[in-house]
């Protein structure tokens, strides 16, 4: 069954192109064209997905998210915002409102696909215990996209802290002996990694999607990337394809 996405966009131009190319990867799309709108739809169903653009004329994407909260199934739902604000401050204010990642105009259709392939696909974590900080064990196929790359050697100091990299074109993994939890969003700025990986800026972001219990009171935890800069981008592309193409080569 084709999964539903709901786009909120106001510029028909834009909604257009979204619906365009997720009807073309076989999604059903539903439109709305501001938030009252939207507010409409989730009041008859409940999509796999929303893409939320924020600035809005009739109730805006930031009011929109905060409606959402106040019920547990469209707080539920996951969003990935799309707009032309790209401020610190904004985009805080949305990753604090549960928006699970972002794409700042102008639309690039190919990431666009590739984040919504990304969030779908995502599993559903299971817990081993009831605790607060309950360890969960990823069961999706989608795990081998946080193994292509390993780096030996290269630390996760200062921040998050950690060893034993392993890295894909959707997010990464480490080793630590104090993870963060299930779901928290963590803040990357460490100048080895980058230097290793050939990251010119940081800090990057990312969402903790798994934490595995391993020896020795070692943690892995495995995150996927949150609006990741095109410089960065292309910089984990390149790192992990030479990788890939060491390793078809036998090398």
């Known amino acids: 069954m084709a999964k539903k996405i709901l786009t909120v966009e106001d510029a028909p131009n834009i909604r257009k192109l979204i619906v365009y190319n997720l009807k073309r990867a076989g999604y059903e799309v539903i439109e709305a064209e501001d938030g009252k709108a939207a507010v409409r739809v989730l009041q008859q169903f409940v999509p796999d997905l929303i893409i939320l653009d924020i600035r809005m004329p009739e109730m805006d994407g930031f009011a929109l998210l905060e409606l959402m909260r106040k019920y547990p199934k469209a707080a539920a739902i996951p969003v990935i915002m799309l707009t032309a604000l790209s401020t610190a401050a904004d985009l805080d204010r949305a990753l604090q409102l549960g ?8 639309l690039d259709p190919t990431l666009l696909l590739a984040k919504v392939e990304s969030v779908l696909s995502r599993e559903t974590l299971s817990t081993v215990n009831a605790t607060p900080a309950a ?15 390993s780096i030996h050697g290269v ?6 802290g ?3 990299v392993n890295i894909g074109e959707g997010g990464l993994s480490w080793l630590t002996k104090t993870p ?3 779901g928290e969003i963590v803040t990357i700025d ?3 990694f980058f230097n290793a990986v050939g990251i010119a800026d940081g800090p990057l972001r990312v969402r903790v999607v798994f934490l595995h219990n391993l020896h020795d009171g070692y943690f892995r935890v495995g995150s996927t990337f949150i609006g990741l800069p095109e410089n960065a981008r292309n910089a984990v592309r390149r790192y992990v394809l030479e990788r890939q193409n060491r390793f078809v080569a036998g090398g």
Do not use: C, H
Not at 99 to 106: R, S
């Open 162 to 164: 950690g060893t034993g």
């Open 190 to 192: 460490a100048p080895v």
């Open 135 to 149: 360890v969960g064990e990823w069961r999706g196929p989608n795990r081998r996209q946080f193994v292509r790359g």
């Open 180 to 182: 963060p939890a299930n």
């Open 155 to 160: 630390s996760m100091a200062p921040l998050p």
């Open 99 to 106: 928006v699970v990642d972002y794409l700042v105009k102008p």
